[in-house]
Nanobody, 115 residues
Framework: QVQLVESGGDLVQTGGSLRLSCTTS????????MGWYRQAPGKSRELVAL???????TYADSVKGRFTISRDIALNTAVLQMNSLKPEDTGVYYC?????????WGQGTQVIVSS
């Protein structure tokens, strides 16, 4: 059974930084894609960043230049470095992974950016 576990969420002031980590278990193969989504209170879940095996990172326009996604393909882990955080970055951040047609999600980690 594949499991994704996020960590690193916290309360931080505007302009601060956080580093989110995603560790996985239950898969002997590398995921085709790993990434991060977020859901703000009262809003739908939205894409933050995706990084396929072959490269070609996708970022939401709102985080370009501030967030950086990285992966260890062999270990099936992912990191989201978030800098220059803004109050609108507040939300629950979910790790995402895809293998073939199967999509996997973590339980989420809370990020709160105070103004």
């Amino acid at each position: 059974q594949v499991q994704l576990v996020e960590s690193g969420g916290d309360l931080v002031q505007t302009g601060g930084s956080l580093r989110l980590s995603c560790t996985t278990s239950g898969s002997t193969l590398s995921f085709n894609v790993m990434g991060w989504y977020r859901q703000a209170p009262g809003k739908s879940r939205e894409l933050v960043a995706l990084l396929p095996n072959g490269g070609g990172t996708t970022y939401a326009d709102s985080v370009k230049g501030r967030f950086t996604i990285s992966r260890d393909i062999a270990l099936n882990t992912a990191v989201l470095q978030m800098n220059s955080l803004k109050p609108e970055d507040t939300g629950v951040y979910y790790c995402y992974a895809r293998m073939g047609l199967a999509n996997y999600w973590g339980q989420g980690t809370q990020v709160i950016v105070s103004s």
